[in-house]
């Protein structure tokens, strides 16, 4: 079975530069989730969606975040202007239910480094 | 409101050895209870889950935990622990209506 698939895996770009994120679920889940892990913060919910619309977005950071789910097998993170401070694996993950009563899925992230 | 904590930030046990990983949930129903195991490199991988019946459940990886509601907590266990095993592990507690929280995460060292 494929699982969550996330690309880019690395990605190192300059401060002020967009960066997009690319997620896709396991396939009949319809629950996706997006997070971020850092050494300082651990593992934090940056947004989450159920049947591609997103129910709570209380951990995206700033307006500089954004997150979209357009079907049901694709989901992006973007992040524009990018910040040193932003640099952080971002982790997608997928459930079969978002109200936490599933296990989630998740892919291997997307190590960003922001110069 | 619901809260995880897993009071040991890092363990250091011995190939062979047994180990314990502590959690302890704050939640006013019977939650939903997860362990996952994060490799370098790697997203995190689940280990094993409780949601309800036999409070003692059993895991990949020879993995096990055990569900206290007097104490609130749903330890993991290992008989024998393997140098494959050192990793990062987190506990997390979900239920119907509430996202999933996770703790702040447990990582294991296993010296020779």
């Known amino acids: 079975d494929a699982g969550v698939i996330q690309s880019p895996r690395h990605e190192v770009t300059e401060m002020g530069q967009e960066v997009t994120l690319r997620c896709k679920p396991i396939?009949?889940?319809?629950?996706l989730f997006w997070y971020r892990q850092t050494m300082m913060r651990g593992l934090e919910l940056l947004i989450y969606?159920?049947?591609?619309?997103?129910?709570?977005d209380s951990g995206m950071p700033e307006d500089r975040f954004s997150a979209k789910m357009p079907n049901a097998s694709f989901s992006t993170l973007k992040i524009q202007p990018s910040e040193p401070r932003d640099s952080a694996v971002y982790f997608c993950?997928?459930?079969?239910?978002?109200?936490?009563?599933?296990?989630?899925?998740f892919g291997d992230g997307t190590r960003l480094s922001i110069l | 409101a619901q809260s995880v904590t897993q009071p040991d930030i890092h363990i250091t046990v011995s190939e062979g050895a047994s180990l314990e990983l502590r959690c302890n949930y704050s939640?006013?129903?019977?939650?939903?209870l997860f362990w996952y195991v994060q490799s370098p490199g790697q997203g995190l991988q689940l280990l094993l889950k409780?949601?309800?019946?036999?409070?003692l459940v059993q895991g990949i990886k020879g993995f096990e935990a055990e569900f206290k509601r007097s104490q609130s907590s749903f330890n993991l266990r290992k008989p024998s622990v393997h140098w494959s095993d050192a990793a990062e592990y987190f506990c997390?507690?979900?239920?119907?209506?509430?996202?999933?929280?996770f703790g702040a995460g447990t990582r294991l060292f296993v010296k020779a």
């Open positions: 993950a997928s459930s079969s239910s978002g109200e936490g009563n599933q296990p989630q899925h």
């Open positions: 997390a507690v979900g239920s119907g209506g509430f996202k999933t929280i």
């Open positions: 939640y006013g129903a019977t939650p939903y």
């Open positions: 396939s009949g889940h319809n629950s």
């Open positions: 409780y949601f309800s019946g036999d409070t």
């Open positions: 969606f159920n049947n591609n619309v997103p129910i709570d």
